[in-house]
């Protein structure tokens, strides 16, 4: 079933999308050659307990293997769920990081890619071009299109740059779970799928990538890398479905206010 929210809905979402932007902000902060995921995460964990609410990844459980962190940080070839651990970040990575944020009955999602240093150009266009198929995706999200509209969108737009859509992940509702129907994947026809509806909310989150679409799962069950092991980008808002224009509750304001002051992550 798909559960349309009442507009307070969407005020807390909001509310929620806000300190979601916040956290990944006090991430961003520290994002450097040398940091460990594992510091990253537990800033994230820090932050959002210090504002009342909860990471809405920690401990989420899939078949019952609990996910042991508040943020998922995908590293390089990495394209989503990645596991924080010792590893310290490098000149020349990029990091996926994608963060929920849990308070007052509903959630926010939301993902954004750093690249760090020297990153390659045409690593940094993956970043730029997957970004921008957000945005593609996104502009769909209006009353009366269709699922398959949003896909369509951002396939086409990153296919015709070289890139490859990830097919077996895909974007979800977002309310009091987590995860919601429907399913939003990031490839599709135009026209295919359920109908949006005014105070549907969405996450919208392209996951692109620079070689094959192929991706393989690792067996901590968790961590998913592309098959020819090249990098991987990934960005995601929680938008709601309204006639004209898509309301986009999540917010990359913040981290981009720490990108422009940071001396280690590119502004792309």
């Not at 800033?43 to 899939?62: G, H, M, Q």
């Not at 896909?151 to 509702?173: C, D, M, N, P, W």
């Not at 998913?224 to 808002?237: G, L, N, V, W, Y």
Request: with cysteine; hydrophobic share 35%.
């Amino acid at each position: 079933m798909i559960y349309l929210k009442t507009n307070s809905d969407l005020e807390v979402i909001r509310e929620n999308g806000i300190i979601l932007g916040q956290t990944h902000a006090e991430v961003a902060k520290l994002i450097k050659p040398g940091v460990t995921t594992k510091e990253l995460d537990k800033v994230a964990y820090e932050f959002i307990k210090d504002n009342n609410s909860t990471p809405s990844f920690l401990n989420y459980n899939v078949s019952g293997n609990k996910f042991p962190a508040s943020l998922c940080i995908s590293v390089n070839d990495v394209v989503v769920h990645g596991i924080p651990n010792n590893y310290q970040l490098k000149d020349g990575d990029i990091v996926s990081i994608d963060c929920g944020v849990f308070k007052n009955g509903f959630h926010a999602d939301s993902a954004y890619t750093y690249a760090i240093g020297k990153v390659n150009e045409e690593t940094l266009r993956l970043l730029k071009t997957t970004k921008e198929s957000l945005y593609q995706g996104i502009e769909q999200a209006v009353l009366g299109k269709r699922i398959g509209d949003i896909g369509f969108a951002i396939q086409t737009y990153s296919e015709k740059l070289g890139f490859t859509i990830v097919r077996e992940l895909v974007g979800h509702g977002v309310g009091k779970s987590l995860h919601e129907k429907p399913e939003v994947a990031n490839y599709g026809r135009r026209g295919d799928g359920a109908k949006l509806k005014e105070n549907m909310v969405i996450a919208i989150e392209p996951m692109v990538n620079q070689g094959k679409k192929a991706i393989h799962q690792e067996n901590d069950g968790w961590t998913i890398r592309t098959q020819d092991r090249k990098p991987s980008a990934h960005f995601e808002h929680t938008v709601a479905i309204k006639k004209d224009k898509a309301d986009i509750l999540t917010t990359f304001k913040f981290i981009e206010e720490v990108i422009a002051k940071s001396e280690y992550i590119v502004n792309i």
